[in-house]
Protein backbone atom coordinates (compact mmCIF):
# COMPACT_ATOMS: atom_id res chain seq x y z
CA UNK A 1 0.00 0.00 0.00
CA UNK A 2 1.18 3.11 -0.08
CA UNK A 3 1.61 5.26 2.94
CA UNK A 4 0.66 8.61 3.60
CA UNK A 5 4.39 10.86 4.16
CA UNK A 6 2.45 13.00 6.73
CA UNK A 7 2.85 9.42 9.04
CA UNK A 8 6.56 9.52 8.95
CA UNK A 9 6.96 12.84 9.39
CA UNK A 10 5.01 12.80 12.35
CA UNK A 11 6.85 10.54 14.04
CA UNK A 12 10.21 11.71 13.47
CA UNK A 13 8.74 15.20 15.19
CA UNK A 14 7.03 13.03 18.18
CA UNK A 15 10.50 11.51 18.81
CA UNK A 16 11.62 15.28 18.94
CA UNK A 17 8.61 16.40 21.18
CA UNK A 18 9.21 13.57 23.80
CA UNK A 19 12.86 14.23 24.53
CA UNK A 20 11.97 18.09 25.15
CA UNK A 21 11.50 18.34 28.74
CA UNK A 22 8.52 19.49 30.71
CA UNK A 23 7.26 22.94 30.89
CA UNK A 24 7.05 25.45 34.33
CA UNK A 25 3.79 26.30 35.71
CA UNK A 26 3.74 29.91 35.98
CA UNK A 27 0.17 31.33 35.11
CA UNK A 28 -3.38 30.91 36.26
CA UNK A 29 -4.45 27.72 33.87
CA UNK A 30 -4.36 24.35 35.74
CA UNK A 31 -4.48 21.12 33.58
CA UNK A 32 -6.39 18.41 35.83
CA UNK A 33 -5.92 14.72 34.84
CA UNK A 34 -9.59 13.84 34.67
CA UNK A 35 -9.20 10.33 33.11
CA UNK A 36 -5.56 8.78 32.30
CA UNK A 37 -3.43 5.88 32.86
CA UNK A 38 -5.63 2.85 33.09
CA UNK A 39 -8.95 4.94 32.77
CA UNK A 40 -7.29 6.85 29.61
CA UNK A 41 -10.35 6.50 27.25
CA UNK A 42 -10.54 6.03 23.54
CA UNK A 43 -13.50 7.45 23.03
CA UNK A 44 -15.04 10.73 25.40
CA UNK A 45 -18.35 12.24 24.67
CA UNK A 46 -18.98 16.15 25.66
CA UNK A 47 -21.95 18.04 26.20
CA UNK A 48 -23.04 21.48 27.05
CA UNK A 49 -25.13 22.49 30.22
CA UNK A 50 -28.34 23.96 29.55
CA UNK A 51 -28.03 27.43 28.32
CA UNK A 52 -24.51 28.21 29.53
CA UNK A 53 -22.97 26.68 26.75
CA UNK A 54 -23.16 26.81 22.82
CA UNK A 55 -20.99 24.56 20.56
CA UNK A 56 -17.00 24.05 20.86
CA UNK A 57 -13.88 25.81 19.28
CA UNK A 58 -11.31 23.05 18.47
CA UNK A 59 -7.57 24.01 18.61
CA UNK A 60 -5.27 23.25 20.75
CA UNK A 61 -3.42 25.32 24.44
CA UNK A 62 -0.28 26.96 23.31
CA UNK A 63 2.84 26.69 25.98
CA UNK A 64 1.21 29.92 28.09
CA UNK A 65 -1.80 27.76 28.19
CA UNK A 66 -4.00 30.03 25.65
CA UNK A 67 -6.10 28.60 23.46
CA UNK A 68 -5.72 28.63 20.04
CA UNK A 69 -8.83 28.23 17.77
CA UNK A 70 -8.50 26.85 14.74
CA UNK A 71 -12.26 26.29 13.67
CA UNK A 72 -15.78 25.74 16.13
CA UNK A 73 -19.02 24.03 15.41
CA UNK A 74 -22.51 24.84 17.05
CA UNK A 75 -23.73 20.96 17.82
CA UNK A 76 -24.07 20.79 21.25
CA UNK A 77 -22.81 17.37 21.79
CA UNK A 78 -19.44 16.45 20.08
CA UNK A 79 -17.52 12.73 20.95
CA UNK A 80 -13.78 12.82 20.93
CA UNK A 81 -12.27 9.50 20.02
CA UNK A 82 -9.04 7.90 18.66
CA UNK A 83 -8.32 7.39 15.83
CA UNK A 84 -9.46 4.13 15.13
CA UNK A 85 -12.06 1.77 13.31
CA UNK A 86 -15.08 2.90 15.79
CA UNK A 87 -18.72 0.84 16.27
CA UNK A 88 -21.41 3.23 17.05
CA UNK A 89 -23.98 1.94 19.29
CA UNK A 90 -26.77 4.51 21.10
CA UNK A 91 -24.02 7.83 22.29
CA UNK A 92 -20.81 5.23 22.47
CA UNK A 93 -18.33 4.67 20.31
CA UNK A 94 -16.47 1.14 20.55
CA UNK A 95 -13.59 -0.37 19.07
CA UNK A 96 -15.45 -3.49 19.12
CA UNK A 97 -19.03 -4.30 18.71
CA UNK A 98 -21.11 -7.13 18.09
CA UNK A 99 -24.46 -5.45 17.36
CA UNK A 100 -24.25 -1.79 15.63
CA UNK A 101 -25.83 1.10 13.67
CA UNK A 102 -22.70 2.61 12.16
CA UNK A 103 -18.84 2.59 12.18
CA UNK A 104 -16.39 5.06 11.07
CA UNK A 105 -13.34 3.51 9.07
CA UNK A 106 -10.02 4.56 10.68
CA UNK A 107 -8.57 4.32 6.56
CA UNK A 108 -9.17 7.51 4.47
CA UNK A 109 -8.15 9.05 1.37
CA UNK A 110 -6.07 12.27 1.28
CA UNK A 111 -6.47 14.88 -1.25
CA UNK A 112 -2.62 15.43 -2.15
CA UNK A 113 -3.09 19.45 -1.67
CA UNK A 114 -2.84 21.29 1.50
CA UNK A 115 -4.50 24.65 2.50
CA UNK A 116 -3.54 27.18 4.59
CA UNK A 117 -7.20 28.09 6.27
CA UNK A 118 -9.59 26.03 7.53
CA UNK A 119 -12.31 27.86 5.75
CA UNK A 120 -10.33 26.93 2.88
CA UNK A 121 -10.09 22.77 3.43
CA UNK A 122 -13.91 22.88 4.28
CA UNK A 123 -14.80 24.58 1.11
CA UNK A 124 -13.63 21.95 -1.00
CA UNK A 125 -14.12 19.15 2.07
CA UNK A 126 -17.56 20.11 1.64
CA UNK A 127 -17.18 18.81 -2.43
CA UNK A 128 -16.77 15.18 -1.46
CA UNK A 129 -19.42 12.68 0.39
CA UNK A 130 -18.06 12.51 4.11
CA UNK A 131 -14.86 14.67 3.65
CA UNK A 132 -13.60 16.53 6.44
CA UNK A 133 -10.80 18.62 7.73
CA UNK A 134 -7.57 17.41 9.33
CA UNK A 135 -5.10 19.60 10.93
CA UNK A 136 -1.63 18.15 10.37
CA UNK A 137 0.74 20.61 12.73
CA UNK A 138 0.88 23.42 10.67
CA UNK A 139 -1.68 22.94 7.56
CA UNK A 140 -5.00 21.59 6.19
CA UNK A 141 -5.82 18.96 4.21
CA UNK A 142 -9.32 17.22 3.07
CA UNK A 143 -9.68 13.62 3.99
CA UNK A 144 -12.58 11.44 1.82
CA UNK A 145 -14.36 8.69 2.12
CA UNK A 146 -13.83 6.28 5.20
CA UNK A 147 -12.53 2.50 5.21
CA UNK A 148 -12.16 0.17 7.56
CA UNK A 149 -9.14 -2.26 5.99
CA UNK A 150 -6.12 -1.55 3.74
CA UNK A 151 -7.59 -3.58 1.48
CA UNK A 152 -10.66 -1.40 0.95
CA UNK A 153 -8.87 1.66 0.95
CA UNK A 154 -6.37 0.48 -1.41
CA UNK A 155 -9.44 -0.69 -3.46
CA UNK A 156 -10.69 2.71 -3.22
CA UNK A 157 -7.42 4.47 -4.34
CA UNK A 158 -7.06 2.23 -7.22
CA UNK A 159 -10.33 3.24 -8.38
CA UNK A 160 -9.87 7.24 -8.09
CA UNK A 161 -9.86 9.22 -11.00
CA UNK A 162 -6.47 10.59 -11.34
CA UNK A 163 -4.91 8.44 -8.42
CA UNK A 164 -2.25 11.21 -8.31
CA UNK A 165 -4.29 13.99 -6.19
CA UNK A 166 -4.63 11.17 -3.24
CA UNK A 167 -3.14 9.70 -0.77
CA UNK A 168 -3.69 6.68 1.91
CA UNK A 169 -4.06 7.63 5.08
CA UNK A 170 -3.57 4.80 7.81
CA UNK A 171 -5.13 5.01 11.21
CA UNK A 172 -2.22 7.38 13.11
CA UNK A 173 -1.59 6.66 16.78
CA UNK A 174 -1.15 10.29 17.78
CA UNK A 175 -4.51 11.54 15.74
CA UNK A 176 -8.03 11.78 17.28
CA UNK A 177 -11.06 12.59 15.72
CA UNK A 178 -14.32 15.26 16.32
CA UNK A 179 -17.30 13.82 15.79
CA UNK A 180 -21.37 14.53 16.07
CA UNK A 181 -21.91 12.25 19.32
CA UNK A 182 -23.47 8.76 17.99
CA UNK A 183 -22.66 9.58 14.72
CA UNK A 184 -20.55 9.00 11.93
CA UNK A 185 -20.43 12.92 11.00
CA UNK A 186 -16.72 13.96 11.31
CA UNK A 187 -16.60 17.40 12.62
CA UNK A 188 -12.61 17.67 12.57
CA UNK A 189 -9.38 15.51 12.68
CA UNK A 190 -6.63 16.83 14.75
CA UNK A 191 -2.72 14.65 14.32
CA UNK A 192 0.19 16.99 15.78
CA UNK A 193 2.09 13.46 15.97
CA UNK A 194 2.03 14.44 19.73
CA UNK A 195 3.82 18.03 19.31
CA UNK A 196 0.38 19.44 20.49
CA UNK A 197 -2.71 17.90 22.12
CA UNK A 198 -6.47 18.55 20.56
CA UNK A 199 -8.04 21.40 22.84
CA UNK A 200 -11.98 21.69 23.01
CA UNK A 201 -13.45 25.22 24.30
CA UNK A 202 -17.11 25.53 24.75
CA UNK A 203 -18.31 28.42 23.86
CA UNK A 204 -20.39 30.78 25.28
CA UNK A 205 -24.51 31.49 25.28
CA UNK A 206 -24.98 35.30 25.90
CA UNK A 207 -21.72 35.75 27.69
CA UNK A 208 -21.98 33.66 30.26
CA UNK A 209 -19.36 31.07 31.80
CA UNK A 210 -20.12 27.73 29.65
CA UNK A 211 -20.24 24.61 31.56
CA UNK A 212 -19.72 21.30 30.41
CA UNK A 213 -21.15 18.17 30.72
CA UNK A 214 -18.20 15.24 30.66
CA UNK A 215 -18.73 11.51 32.40
CA UNK A 216 -21.43 13.16 34.96
CA UNK A 217 -20.28 15.79 36.04
CA UNK A 218 -20.17 19.65 34.67
CA UNK A 219 -16.97 21.60 34.64
CA UNK A 220 -15.76 25.29 34.17
CA UNK A 221 -12.95 25.20 31.27
CA UNK A 222 -12.35 23.41 28.59
CA UNK A 223 -10.53 20.31 27.54
CA UNK A 224 -7.48 18.20 26.43
CA UNK A 225 -6.93 15.21 24.38
CA UNK A 226 -3.54 13.83 24.75
CA UNK A 227 -2.17 10.22 22.84
CA UNK A 228 1.40 11.11 23.74
CA UNK A 229 1.79 7.47 24.29
CA UNK A 230 0.00 6.61 20.95
CA UNK A 231 -2.78 4.42 23.13
CA UNK A 232 -6.10 6.05 24.84
CA UNK A 233 -6.26 9.70 25.74
CA UNK A 234 -5.85 10.99 28.79
CA UNK A 235 -8.88 13.41 29.43
CA UNK A 236 -7.32 16.79 30.76
CA UNK A 237 -9.74 19.72 32.25
CA UNK A 238 -7.88 22.84 31.30
CA UNK A 239 -9.31 24.90 33.98
CA UNK A 240 -8.17 28.69 35.43
CA UNK A 241 -7.01 27.71 39.35
CA UNK A 242 -9.83 29.78 40.79
CA UNK A 243 -12.53 27.60 39.07
CA UNK A 244 -10.60 24.57 40.09
CA UNK A 245 -10.50 25.64 43.76
CA UNK A 246 -14.44 26.38 43.82
CA UNK A 247 -14.95 22.72 42.18
CA UNK A 248 -12.59 21.59 45.04
CA UNK A 249 -13.29 23.06 48.30
CA UNK A 250 -16.49 21.71 48.54
CA UNK A 251 -15.17 17.67 48.46
CA UNK A 252 -12.38 18.79 50.70
CA UNK A 253 -13.90 20.27 53.67
CA UNK A 254 -18.19 20.38 52.62
CA UNK A 255 -20.04 22.94 51.74
CA UNK A 256 -22.14 23.55 54.72
CA UNK A 257 -18.90 24.88 56.75
CA UNK A 258 -18.31 28.42 58.48
CA UNK A 259 -17.38 30.55 55.70
CA UNK A 260 -13.69 31.08 57.21
CA UNK A 261 -13.06 27.99 57.31
CA UNK A 262 -14.01 27.47 53.80
CA UNK A 263 -11.89 30.23 53.52
CA UNK A 264 -8.84 28.76 54.67
CA UNK A 265 -9.50 25.16 52.86
CA UNK A 266 -9.53 27.53 49.23
CA UNK A 267 -6.06 29.11 50.38
CA UNK A 268 -5.05 25.52 51.07
CA UNK A 269 -6.27 24.14 47.86
CA UNK A 270 -5.43 26.59 45.73
CA UNK A 271 -1.60 26.44 46.63
CA UNK A 272 -1.00 22.68 46.66
CA UNK A 273 -2.69 22.83 43.29
CA UNK A 274 -0.28 25.69 42.27
CA UNK A 275 2.71 23.88 43.71
CA UNK A 276 1.85 20.34 42.67
CA UNK A 277 4.59 18.96 40.18
CA UNK A 278 4.04 14.92 40.86
CA UNK A 279 1.78 14.45 37.16
CA UNK A 280 3.91 16.68 35.07
CA UNK A 281 5.21 13.67 33.30
CA UNK A 282 1.90 12.60 32.84
CA UNK A 283 0.89 15.68 31.14
CA UNK A 284 -0.93 17.58 33.73
CA UNK A 285 -0.56 19.31 37.03
CA UNK A 286 -2.68 17.64 39.40
CA UNK A 287 -5.10 14.71 39.42
CA UNK A 288 -9.04 14.70 40.33
CA UNK A 289 -9.04 12.14 43.03
CA UNK A 290 -8.02 12.29 46.68
CA UNK A 291 -4.12 11.50 45.97
CA UNK A 292 -4.24 14.96 44.77
CA UNK A 293 -7.44 16.70 46.20
CA UNK A 294 -10.90 15.73 45.03
CA UNK A 295 -12.56 17.63 42.02
CA UNK A 296 -15.51 17.17 39.87
CA UNK A 297 -16.60 20.45 38.37
CA UNK A 298 -18.99 22.31 39.76
CA UNK A 299 -20.97 19.31 41.20
CA UNK A 300 -20.40 20.25 45.13
CA UNK A 301 -19.86 24.10 44.49
CA UNK A 302 -22.46 26.54 46.08
CA UNK A 303 -22.91 30.01 46.48
CA UNK A 304 -21.22 29.98 50.11
CA UNK A 305 -18.10 28.13 48.31
CA UNK A 306 -17.79 30.50 45.18
CA UNK A 307 -18.12 33.49 47.72
CA UNK A 308 -15.32 31.73 50.01
CA UNK A 309 -12.83 31.30 46.74
CA UNK A 310 -13.99 34.63 45.35
CA UNK A 311 -12.85 36.85 48.91
CA UNK A 312 -9.62 34.82 48.50
CA UNK A 313 -9.12 34.71 44.82
CA UNK A 314 -5.20 34.90 44.31
CA UNK A 315 -4.19 33.91 47.69
CA UNK A 316 -1.94 31.36 48.49
CA UNK A 317 0.21 30.21 51.63
CA UNK A 318 4.25 31.14 52.04
CA UNK A 319 7.22 30.21 53.53
CA UNK A 320 9.95 32.12 53.41
CA UNK A 321 9.17 33.37 50.27
CA UNK A 322 7.93 30.49 48.91
CA UNK A 323 4.43 27.93 48.43
CA UNK A 324 3.92 26.09 51.38
CA UNK A 325 2.53 22.67 51.27
CA UNK A 326 -0.46 22.72 52.80
CA UNK A 327 -1.42 19.85 54.32
CA UNK A 328 -4.24 19.20 55.82
CA UNK A 329 -6.32 16.70 57.60
CA UNK A 330 -10.31 15.99 58.92
CA UNK A 331 -9.21 15.90 62.75
CA UNK A 332 -6.14 15.62 65.17
CA UNK A 333 -8.06 14.32 68.11
CA UNK A 334 -5.87 16.61 70.22
CA UNK A 335 -2.56 17.77 68.79
CA UNK A 336 -1.23 18.14 65.73
CA UNK A 337 2.51 17.03 65.01
CA UNK A 338 5.41 17.86 63.46
CA UNK A 339 5.92 16.76 59.49
CA UNK A 340 9.16 15.18 60.85
CA UNK A 341 7.71 13.03 63.05
CA UNK A 342 4.80 11.80 60.94
CA UNK A 343 6.50 11.89 57.34
CA UNK A 344 10.33 12.03 58.47
CA UNK A 345 10.92 15.58 56.83
CA UNK A 346 11.24 18.64 58.53
CA UNK A 347 9.41 21.71 57.57
CA UNK A 348 9.21 24.96 59.45
CA UNK A 349 6.19 25.98 59.25
CA UNK A 350 4.50 21.93 59.93
CA UNK A 351 4.75 21.93 63.44
CA UNK A 352 2.69 19.84 65.89
CA UNK A 353 1.00 21.98 68.89
CA UNK A 354 -1.58 21.08 70.89
CA UNK A 355 -5.47 22.25 69.35
CA UNK A 356 -7.50 23.37 71.74
CA UNK A 357 -10.48 24.26 69.39
CA UNK A 358 -11.10 21.18 68.28
CA UNK A 359 -12.49 19.64 71.21
CA UNK A 360 -15.70 22.30 70.69
CA UNK A 361 -17.29 20.36 67.86
CA UNK A 362 -15.64 16.52 68.93
CA UNK A 363 -19.60 15.67 69.52
CA UNK A 364 -20.57 16.62 66.00
CA UNK A 365 -17.28 14.49 64.29
CA UNK A 366 -17.96 11.06 63.63
CA UNK A 367 -16.24 8.73 65.36
CA UNK A 368 -13.80 11.10 66.88
CA UNK A 369 -12.92 8.76 69.47
CA UNK A 370 -12.50 5.30 68.44
CA UNK A 371 -11.44 1.64 69.52
CA UNK A 372 -10.51 -0.95 67.54
CA UNK A 373 -9.62 -4.25 68.26
CA UNK A 374 -7.19 -7.18 66.74
CA UNK A 375 -6.35 -10.74 67.64
CA UNK A 376 -2.92 -11.88 67.21
CA UNK A 377 -3.45 -13.48 63.75
CA UNK A 378 -4.62 -10.53 62.53
CA UNK A 379 -1.83 -8.13 63.52
CA UNK A 380 0.59 -11.08 62.44
CA UNK A 381 -1.43 -11.10 59.01
CA UNK A 382 -0.91 -7.48 59.01
CA UNK A 383 2.59 -7.36 59.61
CA UNK A 384 3.16 -10.40 57.04
CA UNK A 385 1.18 -8.33 54.50
CA UNK A 386 4.36 -5.88 54.99
CA UNK A 387 7.02 -8.73 55.00
CA UNK A 388 7.32 -8.82 58.82
CA UNK A 389 7.45 -11.70 60.34
CA UNK A 390 8.43 -12.33 63.75
CA UNK A 391 6.01 -15.38 64.43
CA UNK A 392 3.10 -15.34 67.24
CA UNK A 393 2.59 -12.08 68.57
CA UNK A 394 2.75 -11.77 72.15
CA UNK A 395 2.51 -8.37 72.37
CA UNK A 396 1.70 -4.76 70.99
CA UNK A 397 2.65 -1.82 72.59
CA UNK A 398 3.61 2.45 72.20
CA UNK A 399 7.02 2.45 72.53
CA UNK A 400 7.34 6.11 72.27
CA UNK A 401 5.13 9.76 71.87
CA UNK A 402 6.51 12.49 70.73
CA UNK A 403 6.11 15.72 73.21
CA UNK A 404 2.97 16.31 71.77
CA UNK A 405 0.87 13.01 72.65
CA UNK A 406 1.17 11.43 69.05
CA UNK A 407 2.01 8.20 68.68
CA UNK A 408 6.30 8.07 67.72
CA UNK A 409 7.19 4.30 67.83
CA UNK A 410 5.01 0.91 67.66
CA UNK A 411 6.29 -2.13 69.07
CA UNK A 412 5.41 -5.82 68.02
CA UNK A 413 6.47 -8.13 70.19
CA UNK A 414 6.43 -12.25 68.54
CA UNK A 415 7.86 -15.79 69.29
CA UNK A 416 10.71 -15.23 66.64
CA UNK A 417 11.54 -11.34 67.69
CA UNK A 418 10.79 -7.87 68.08
CA UNK A 419 10.06 -4.92 65.11
CA UNK A 420 9.08 -1.54 66.40
CA UNK A 421 7.95 0.58 63.26
CA UNK A 422 7.91 4.56 63.48
CA UNK A 423 6.76 7.84 62.42
CA UNK A 424 3.42 7.42 59.57
CA UNK A 425 3.94 3.71 59.55
CA UNK A 426 2.62 3.33 63.51
CA UNK A 427 -0.91 4.08 61.68
CA UNK A 428 -0.77 2.95 58.69
CA UNK A 429 0.31 -0.63 59.21
CA UNK A 430 -2.58 -1.18 61.54
CA UNK A 431 -4.62 0.81 58.88
CA UNK A 432 -5.59 3.00 62.32
CA UNK A 433 -7.63 6.46 61.92
CA UNK A 434 -4.81 8.34 63.61
CA UNK A 435 -1.63 8.54 65.42
CA UNK A 436 -3.34 9.18 68.44
CA UNK A 437 -3.85 6.37 70.39
CA UNK A 438 -2.67 3.80 73.34
CA UNK A 439 -3.01 0.01 72.98
CA UNK A 440 -4.31 -2.14 75.37
CA UNK A 441 -5.09 -5.96 76.17
CA UNK A 442 -7.90 -7.33 77.54
CA UNK A 443 -5.90 -8.91 80.00
CA UNK A 444 -4.19 -6.01 81.57
CA UNK A 445 -0.46 -4.96 81.13
CA UNK A 446 1.84 -6.45 82.73
CA UNK A 447 5.47 -4.59 84.85
CA UNK A 448 8.21 -5.58 86.12
CA UNK A 449 10.62 -4.84 88.95
CA UNK A 450 13.82 -6.25 90.05
CA UNK A 451 15.51 -6.81 87.22
CA UNK A 452 12.14 -7.96 85.41
CA UNK A 453 12.42 -10.95 88.27
CA UNK A 454 8.79 -9.90 89.81
CA UNK A 455 5.94 -8.76 87.74
CA UNK A 456 3.14 -7.06 88.67
CA UNK A 457 -0.11 -7.57 86.18
CA UNK A 458 -3.28 -4.92 86.69
CA UNK A 459 -3.74 -2.47 89.81
CA UNK A 460 -5.21 -5.30 91.90
CA UNK A 461 -1.09 -6.61 93.62
CA UNK A 462 -0.34 -3.31 94.64
CA UNK A 463 -0.61 -1.70 97.84
CA UNK A 464 0.22 1.83 99.11
CA UNK A 465 1.64 2.39 102.83
CA UNK A 466 0.67 6.23 103.61
CA UNK A 467 2.65 8.53 105.87
CA UNK A 468 1.33 6.66 109.61
CA UNK A 469 1.70 2.91 108.45
CA UNK A 470 -2.08 2.39 106.86
CA UNK A 471 -1.81 -0.18 104.07
CA UNK A 472 -4.17 0.54 100.87
CA UNK A 473 -5.17 -0.70 97.60
CA UNK A 474 -3.80 1.34 95.38
CA UNK A 475 -6.10 3.11 93.01
CA UNK A 476 -3.69 4.46 90.16
CA UNK A 477 -2.40 3.48 87.13
CA UNK A 478 0.82 0.87 86.91
CA UNK A 479 2.53 3.59 84.80
CA UNK A 480 2.49 5.81 87.62
CA UNK A 481 3.35 3.54 90.61
CA UNK A 482 6.73 3.73 92.53
CA UNK A 483 7.67 0.71 94.05
CA UNK A 484 10.72 0.73 97.44
CA UNK A 485 13.52 -1.93 96.49
CA UNK A 486 16.70 -2.83 98.65
CA UNK A 487 18.57 -0.14 96.57
CA UNK A 488 15.52 2.47 97.15
CA UNK A 489 12.77 3.49 94.88
CA UNK A 490 12.38 2.44 91.11
CA UNK A 491 9.69 2.86 88.77
CA UNK A 492 7.56 -0.26 87.56
CA UNK A 493 8.93 -0.71 84.04
CA UNK A 494 7.62 -2.79 81.24
CA UNK A 495 9.75 -5.04 79.28
CA UNK A 496 8.77 -6.40 76.17
CA UNK A 497 11.07 -9.13 75.75
CA UNK A 498 9.31 -11.22 78.71
CA UNK A 499 5.63 -11.33 78.47
CA UNK A 500 4.20 -12.96 81.56
CA UNK A 501 1.01 -13.92 79.38
CA UNK A 502 0.21 -14.11 76.02
CA UNK A 503 -2.62 -11.60 74.93
CA UNK A 504 -5.30 -12.36 72.61
CA UNK A 505 -6.73 -9.55 71.72
CA UNK A 506 -5.49 -5.84 71.72
CA UNK A 507 -7.79 -2.86 72.34
CA UNK A 508 -6.51 0.29 70.12
CA UNK A 509 -8.22 3.31 71.37
CA UNK A 510 -7.01 6.66 69.72
CA UNK A 511 -8.82 10.15 68.46
CA UNK A 512 -9.14 11.96 65.29
CA UNK A 513 -8.90 11.33 62.10
CA UNK A 514 -5.70 11.87 59.50
CA UNK A 515 -2.23 12.15 59.47
CA UNK A 516 -2.23 15.36 61.97
CA UNK A 517 0.50 17.62 59.87
CA UNK A 518 -0.95 20.23 58.96
CA UNK A 519 -4.24 22.15 59.50
CA UNK A 520 -7.04 20.07 61.20
CA UNK A 521 -10.68 20.94 58.90
CA UNK A 522 -12.76 20.25 61.94
CA UNK A 523 -10.65 22.64 63.85
CA UNK A 524 -10.98 25.25 61.19
CA UNK A 525 -14.47 24.72 61.48
CA UNK A 526 -14.44 25.36 65.00
CA UNK A 527 -12.12 28.73 64.98
CA UNK A 528 -14.39 29.82 62.26
CA UNK A 529 -17.51 29.52 64.65
CA UNK A 530 -15.26 30.74 67.63
CA UNK A 531 -14.97 34.35 65.34
CA UNK A 532 -11.21 33.82 64.26
CA UNK A 533 -11.03 34.57 60.13
CA UNK A 534 -9.28 32.55 58.02
CA UNK A 535 -6.22 34.39 57.87
CA UNK A 536 -6.03 33.65 61.68
CA UNK A 537 -6.96 29.83 60.87
CA UNK A 538 -4.31 29.28 58.93
CA UNK A 539 -1.53 30.74 60.71
CA UNK A 540 -2.45 28.46 64.05
CA UNK A 541 -1.80 25.56 61.97
CA UNK A 542 0.91 26.35 59.75
CA UNK A 543 3.47 28.41 61.95
CA UNK A 544 4.93 31.58 60.81
CA UNK A 545 3.38 31.68 57.10
CA UNK A 546 2.19 34.43 55.51
CA UNK A 547 -0.75 34.55 53.06
CA UNK A 548 -0.76 37.17 50.27
ZN1 LIG B 1 -2.72 13.09 42.08
Not at 78 to 101: E, K, P, Q, R
Not at 461 to 479: D, E, H, K, R
Amino acid sequence: MKKGWTTVFLSLLLACFLSTGARAMEHDMLKVGLKYGSDAMYSANLQNYDNAGRGYAFGYYDSARSFVPLTATTESKISVSIDDNLFISGSSYYLSAATYSQYIGAYHLQLMQSYETYEEAAAVAANYDGGFVAFLIDRYAVRVNQYRTEEGVNRAFGEWAGADTVEIVSPSRTGVMVTVTGTDHILFYFDCGGLRSLGVQPLSADGEKPVTWFRGYRYYGGFEYQRVTGGNMNVINVVNIEDYTKGCVGWEIGNDKPLEAIKAQAVCARTYAAMQTRHRSQGFDVCSTDDCQVYRGVASANDLTDRAVDETAGKYLYYNGKYAEAYYYSCNGGASEDAKNVWGNELGYLKGKPDPYEAAVAPRIAKYNWSTTFTRAEIASKLAARSINIGTIKNVFVSEYTPNGNVYALTFVGSDGNKTVYREQCRTILGLRSMRFSVGSTEGDTYFVNDNATSVTGIQSLFTISGNGVVGQYSGSPADAYVITSGGTAKLQKDPSIVAADQEIFTVTGSGWGHNVGMSQWGATAMAEMGFDYQDILQFYYTGVTIE
